[in-house]
């Protein structure tokens, strides 16, 4: 198991050690970033379904979201379409953007890929511009990397 340094992502190391579903995995990860990362408005995954080429929603904590994005749209898709996190400051600014919460105004995304395979990604919105740092991309980005640790 690779060392994992931040505190949240020592937790999510241990609350999904020993457990294979996928649904509570994310369930339950999304639940920590939404009980410890401050201002924030929506924390959760989106899975890649590689039949119709698409992310659609898995486990969050929010306000009632999208369920289809195709990969390459909006910032989900592109992130995932990219293999790149997307830390964007302004969403309104993002050509291309899916406003599913109005009161979102930031967003990162982290992609997850498993053994060099899509597995989907992790989207966290926020009502305030400029919400996400390089601290928090680099945390997200080791959280990702702990929670895909556990995918068999």
Same mark, same amino acid.
């Given at each position: 198991m690779q060392e994992v340094k931040n505190l949240v992502n020592q937790q999510l190391d241990a609350l999904l050690t020993g457990e294979r579903d996928q649904v509570a995995n994310m369930a339950n990860a999304s639940a920590l970033l939404n009980?410890?990362?401050?201002?924030?408005?929506?924390?959760?995954? #989106?899975? #890649?379904?590689?039949k119709n080429d698409e992310l659609i929603l898995g486990p969050f904590q929010g306000n009632v979201a999208c369920i289809h994005i195709k990969n390459g749209n909006g910032v989900c898709g592109t992130a995932l379409k990219e293999q790149k996190v997307l830390r964007v400051a302004d969403v309104n600014s993002f050509a291309g953007h899916i406003a599913c919460d109005a009161n979102s105004r930031s967003e990162i995304v982290i992609p997850l890929f498993k053994d060099g395979k899509p597995y989907g990604v992790l989207d966290i919105d926020s009502p305030d511009l400029d919400r996400f740092t390089e601290d928090d991309e680099r945390n997200l980005t080791e959280f990702g990397e702990v929670f895909l640790s556990h995918v068999d």
């Open positions: 009980q410890t990362l401050p201002n924030i408005n929506w924390v959760g995954f #989106y899975r #890649y379904e590689s």
